[in-house]
């Protein structure tokens, strides 16, 4: 009988843990047949069939689309399925280590950036910044807002899945010696991100190297960093120091605003002596 040798719609679904929706839109799609469809439209399937629907729904899960999936099914020529599988295998290779990425970044705690955040806006200050390495873009240069947007998109594709999110240090370094204002517009810059993890990119990696900083927090408009860094080339001259070129200027959180800036950033500037 039906009832013994088969089951309805309804209990294969549960049995495989899918839904009902899912059972109807693959029959529709050629993937995946009732063993049986009654004259009242009403689909059976045979507990052999089991196999087959956990094979399709483990493809599923791993990202291949629906024809994907048709094609691995339909193709019974050794050679060809072959080459199927090593694709396959390269989309759950690229999966798992986009998956190592997230759960290294899910661990990750924020560390020794408090120490920046609690910073005064423009009161520039001295501080020891701590060794730090970070992936950073090409040397860019008179780039307008829309070329910063997708040279800042392109970086972060590079990176991959959650660096966005990761809450380590990310911003910008700037070829601004003296702390000039009137030639900030106008610098060569890279994007930066500190690294948070060992996997291998084709991403180059700069140092910030350990020592003392001066360092101040402004809002990312115009005013407020021309502001910063009048603060800090005014401590400069009380401390009687010289600092490098380079402008680190980290961002505050990861809620970017526009230019690939949060609302406000530290500014800092290593002492050379």
């Known amino acids: 009988m039906v009832q013994q040798e088969l089951m309805t719609i309804s209990q294969f679904a549960k049995v495989v843990g899918t839904s009902r929706r899912t059972l109807i839109f693959y029959d529709q799609k050629g993937i995946f047949k009732p063993a049986k469809i009654m004259t009242n439209g009403y ?3 045979k507990y052999e069939q089991i196999y087959q629907i956990n094979f399709i729904l483990g493809l599923r ?3 291949l689309s629906v024809e994907e ?3 691995y099914l339909n193709d019974s020529s050794s050679e060809a399925l072959n080459k199927k599988l090593s694709a396959l295998k390269e989309k759950v290779q690229l999966r798992i280590k ?4 997230v759960l290294t970044i899910l661990n990750q705690k924020e560390e020794n950036n408090l120490q920046l955040a609690n910073v005064d806006f423009y009161v520039a200050t001295r501080c020891y910044l701590p060794h730090r390495e970070f992936w950073c873009s090409d040397f860019k240069v008179d780039c307008s807002e829309q070329e910063i947007a997708q040279a800042y998109s392109s970086f972060y594709q590079q990176l991959g899945t959650g660096a966005m999110a990761d809450k380590r240090l990310s911003g910008f370094l700037t070829d601004l010696p003296q702390a000039q204002a009137n030639q900030y517009a106008d610098s060569g810059f890279r994007i930066i991100k500190e690294k948070s993890f060992d996997n291998q990119l084709s991403v180059p990696v700069i140092d910030q190297q350990n020592g003392e ?4 927090k402004v809002k990312n408009d115009e005013a407020g ?8 080339r005014q401590l400069v001259a009380d401390l ?3 600092i ?5 200027q980290y961002n505050l959180g990861v809620d970017i605003k526009r230019l690939g800036l949060t609302e406000n950033s530290i500014l800092a500037y290593r002492i050379l002596q």
């Open 213 to 216: 900083y001066v360092v101040v």
């Open 244 to 248: 490098g070129s380079n402008l680190w």
């Open 98 to 101: 986009n998956l190592q990425q």
């Open 61 to 63: 899960e791993l990202g």
């Open 43 to 45: 689909r059976y399937y």
């Open 240 to 242: 009687g120091v010289t």
């Open 225 to 232: 960093i021309e502001k910063g860094l009048a603060a800090i």
């Open 69 to 71: 999936i048709k094609d």
